[in-house]
């Protein structure tokens, strides 16, 4: 991946995975200040309590989101593989995290500067338009995520998970 990243830019690999069609101004932004960067299996990338400058999109690769209670308990969040972001709550602000985010195996990513991502939200409106579905959209997630870790037993939740994340269970421990 690393000499086919270096030849391909950001705005390439986001189009082509986003599926969103980019202005030329847009690409210039884009590839002027988005970075890749790999990730080594077991990194954890953001702690609970920092506050992060960036979104993260997978390229290759797979990460865990998980909270730390009271007692040192890890409590698996979520999970997030390729064609997927990671980082989002600073697009809601910039308050520190309240989960960590792991890095399961190695991760090939394209740090992507909040200030970039809000400035584009201003002028490009399909930008805008994609951003405030994905929010939109996890924010139903979570809501569904809640009532079934409320509502359901371990057994319901292991299956909506095998249905939600279909061959992850191959890549990630029974443990999470």
Known sequence: WGILLMSERASIILEKY?????NESTKCQLNDKCTFITFPKNKIVLFQGETTKSLYFIITGLVRSYYIDKEGNDIT???????????TKGLLG????????????ECECIQIPYMVIKNLMGENEEVYKYFSQYIISALGNLEIRTRDLLMKSAEERYK??????????KRVQQKY
């Open 94 to 105: 910039n308050n520190p995290s309240l989960f960590n985010v792991e890095c399961l195996e």
């Open 160 to 169: 909506i998970f095998m249905e939600q994340y279909p061959n992850l269970e």
């Open 77 to 87: 969040k979520s999970f997030a593989a390729e064609n997927d972001f990671f980082g």
């Open 18 to 22: 986003t599926k969103l069609c980019f």
